[in-house]
């Protein structure tokens, strides 16, 4: 018996002895993957189409965050389904740090309390790191009657029903935005949900669709060429970059505030080395005064790049949007 026991002691302790080197190796094998990271381009996937305000800004990073990693960033847009298409891409990608996601607030917050069922888990990323954030501005098609906020919150209500508001998508913060705007001032306009600022713009100066929160980026060039109207800017306060545009805020509605934020995400279980890597060259980037300059004039304030940031942000705005969300009783469509 004694016997027996011995040698199922030494057995018991041979097969932790070789589990543990096996561990260590694997470790040893992925520091040193880690190590030579990146050694070929990373795919960064943008959850809306090409040319709008996120596929912009997606680009302008990637450019720089490839010279600091000494290697190409490809931006591949995936829109749709309010991110969901993007972020389910990526989900399943290999967390190697090949394949990372420009993530926004309707990806890692929104959704979670739009959807029944998403093709991903919103907490199932690592957090590289906080990329900006920045308000929206209320445009109107050139047909509305309307020279400032008083007087299209009066039209729409002698109006009821008959005024649409175009979006990036269901779950947006452009659609968000909207339903505040609805339940703020009290008017019913109908929702009409775009892939992204490339079909909605077209959309509200054609007339098709009466009016539209979007990105300054992409917004304000045409406001300023007279294609559309613009009311203010969904922030508290102006913006230095727009001193004479008003905020919602002071048009009447002081409690108004629905700004757009940015971050990038990888899969889960890519290793720390590898996240350490991107968060590197996504901080310096952040730093850059050419890109500081940039992000400014689309309207975005350029964040502190950490992923310390991103989880507070996701943290504190989850229980505000699920109260909007459940308040406004928002309707995917």
């Known amino acids: ?45 943008s959850p809306f189409p090409a040319g709008g305000a996120t596929d912009v800004l997606t680009r302008l990073l990637a450019e720089r965050m490839g010279k600091e990693l000494n290697q190409s960033l490809i931006v591949e847009n995936k829109a749709g389904a309010g991110t969901s298409i993007g972020a389910a891409y990526v989900s399943r990608a290999n967390p190697d740090g090949y ?46 009657p309307a020279k400032n906020t008083q007087e299209l919150v009066a039209y729409a209500k002698q109006n009821p029903g008959k005024l649409s508001f175009a979006t990036f998508g269901s779950g947006t913060s452009s659609h968000l935005a909207g339903e505040l705007f609805k339940e703020q001032a009290g008017i019913e306009i109908l929702h009409v949900p775009f892939k992204g600022a490339t079909q909605a713009l077209p959309a509200l100066i054609n007339g098709d669709v009466d009016l539209f929160f979007d990105m300054v980026a992409t917004g304000m060039p045409q406001a300023d060429a007279g294609k559309v109207k613009v009311f203010g800017i969904t922030s508290p306060t102006r913006l230095p970059t727009l001193p004479k545009l008003p905020s919602l805020a002071e048009e009447g509605y002081p409690k108004f505030d629905m700004t757009a934020w940015f971050s990038f995400v990888a899969p889960k279980g890519t290793p720390p080395d590898v996240l350490a890597r991107l968060q590197q060259a996504l901080q310096v980037t952040l730093k850059d005064e050419t890109v500081r300059e940039k992000m400014l004039a689309m309207g975005i304030n350029p964040r502190t790049g950490t992923a310390d940031e991103l989880v507070a942000q996701m943290k504190n705005e989850q229980p505000v949007v699920g109260q909007l969300i459940k308040q406004a009783n928002v309707q995917v469509q």
């Open 1 to 45: 018996m004694a016997r027996n026991s011995r040698e199922r002691l030494m057995l018991r302790t041979a097969a932790t002895r070789f589990l543990a080197t096996v561990m260590l190796s694997a470790t040893a094998v992925t520091s040193a993957l880690a190590a030579g990271y990146p050694e070929r381009p990373i795919t960064v996937v």
């Open 99 to 144: 394949t990372i996601l420009m993530a926004t607030n309707s990806t890692l917050v929104t959704n979670r309390f739009l959807y029944k069922e998403l093709p991903y888990n919103p907490d199932g990323f690592e957090p590289v790191g906080m990329v900006g954030i920045g308000p929206l501005v209320l445009l109107a098609s050139p047909k509305i």
